[in-house]
Structures are given as structure tokens and as C-alpha cells.
């Protein structure tokens, strides 16, 4: 089965969550950052797909507020090995003793968000939380600290809002389904 991102005229039977329903959950977002970190927040944005999404939430808080960058490379010999994490682009941003968001575009199995919390954790914040844009409940492993989730979704490949099919669709306004074919 592959996967193919929607033609022009199927696009809108492919819309999961519109442009407006994700500016009105991150409003949402918004305002529950601002009760709980009333001093202010730091959000470390995890890969080029969160980016959008990092940057239209910071534009949601009102609290005193900072954001950086991070990504992480992996190194595997073959297909068989479990790959190594690394950290390719650290954040420069001091987090120490902040109240920090880990933001991703999507959970699934948590290993990634584990790997970096262990990395963020060692720095020293107040506090340290995952915030995501997608949660697959069903996919999770690891237990982790969800703090602030914009939508629940399901195994379905999606792009959009930031988020690519190889290389392409990261500029869509909404979070859309691939197209699976036979």
C-alpha cells in the first residue's frame, strides 16, 4: 500500500483538522500556559515539522515567554540494529531552572520525547512538560508528561500545518490525510 498527498480537488475530503480548529485549540493551548505558568515558560520546539506550531503557540501566550530550536540525528549501521540518538541541533537557550515545554507535532511510541526529556532534564528546569499539536494514545510505550495536548488522533498519516509527506505539504494551513493506494 503507499501513500500519496491529496490532488487540489480531493484535498478538502482530506482535511482532519482545519486551519480554523487548530487556531482555536491553540487558544485554547494559549490560555491554559498562561494559568499554569503565570512567571512565565520557555518552549523548546523539537524538528522542522513542530516549528508552525511552536511558533503560531508562542503567539497564543501571554505570559512572559522564550523559544528555541532542537532536532536530533540518528546513527544506525543496519536495519536490524536499534538505531543511537543524538542531539544534531541543541537548543542555545538557558532552561535552567525554567518552566519548560517540550513541543512536537505528534506522539507516538514516546521514545523520541523519553530521549529528549532525559536530555532537557539534566539541565536543571523547574519544570518539565511535552506540549504536542497530535497524541496517538494507541501507539504509546513510554509513559510520559503530556501536559498540554491539541488533538487525539489515530494511526492515519497526516501532513500539513508544518508536518511533510517526503518533503512536501509542510505549507498546508490544515492538517490533512494522506491518500492510500493499493
Known amino acids: ?9 480531493e484535498y478538502e475530503k482530506q482535511v482532519r483538522y482545519n486551519k480554523y480548529e487548530i487556531d482555536k485549540r491553540l487558544t485554547n493551548m494559549g490560555r491554559e500556559i498562561d494559568r499554569d505558568y503565570p512567571d512565565g515558560v520557555t518552549l523548546i520546539v523539537y524538528l522542522r515539522a513542530a516549528a ?5 503557540l508562542l503567539r497564543k501566550i501571554t505570559v512572559p515567554a522564550d523559544i528555541d530550536f ?35 507535532d505528534i506522539v507516538r511510541t514516546g521514545f523520541t520525547m523519553h530521549f529528549l526529556l532525559q536530555q532537557l532534564q539534566a539541565r536543571k ?36 500545518y508544518g508536518m511533510h509527506f517526503k518533503g512536501q505539504g509542510r505549507q498546508y494551513p490544515d492538517i490533512i490525510e494522506l491518500i492510500q493506494e493499493d
Open 52 to 56: 508552525v506550531f511552536g511558533c503560531d
Open 125 to 160: 528546569p523547574d519544570s518539565l512538560q511535552i506540549c504536542t499539536l497530535l497524541h496517538n494514545p494507541d501507539q504509546q510505550l513510554l509513559p510520559l508528561p503530556l501536559g498540554y495536548i491539541g488533538f487525539i488522533t489515530s494511526y492515519a498519516s497526516l501532513c500539513g
Open 70 to 104: 532542537l532536532s536530533i540525528g540518528r546513527h544506525q549501521m543496519d536495519e536490524s540494529e536499534t538505531p543511537l540518538l543524538f542531539l544534531r541541533q541543541d537548543a542555545t537557550v538557558s532552561i535552567f531552572r525554567r518552566h519548560v515545554l517540550l513541543c512536537t
Open 1 to 9: 500500500m503507499t501513500r500519496r498527498i491529496p490532488t487540489a480537488d
